[in-house]
Nanobody, 114 residues
Framework: QVQLVESGGGLVQAGGSLRLSCAASGSIWRLNVMGWYRQAPGKQRELVAIITSRGITNYADSVKGRFTISRDSSKNTVYLQMNSLKPEDTAVYYC????????WGQGTQVTVSS
């Protein structure tokens, strides 16, 4: 079993920055994908960014150039640095680890005020 614990969400003004962290624990396959999805009220959950255990990244077009995903594999931790935040970035952000199964964190709220 894998547990994911997220931190770093909160309230920020438009143009500001936040950094999300997600620490994974438990039985983790060495080869995996970690990343972030988000879900705004009334909308489907969508990909924000993912990173493989080899460091290959993929971003949603809406966050390219503003968000940066990184990971510390020695700590099984993934980070999401979010800059130039916009009100439309407001959502619950979920950490995910995808290996033999898909695991999800409990979510952390990010609210960007205009």
């Amino acid at each position: 079993q894998v547990q994911l614990v997220e931190s770093g969400g909160g309230l920020v003004q438009a143009g500001g920055s936040l950094r999300l962290s997600c620490a994974a624990s438990g039985s983790i396959w060495r080869l995996n994908v970690m990343g972030w999805y988000r879900q705004a009220p009334g909308k489907q959950r969508e990909l924000v960014a993912i990173i493989t255990s080899r460091g290959i990244t993929n971003y949603a077009d809406s966050v390219k150039g503003r968000f940066t995903i990184s990971r510390d594999s020695s700590k099984n931790t993934v980070y999401l640095q979010m800059n130039s935040l916009k009100p439309e970035d407001t959502a619950v952000y979920y950490c995910t680890l995808q290996a033999s199964s898909d695991y999800w964190g409990q979510g952390t709220q990010v609210t960007v005020s205009s």
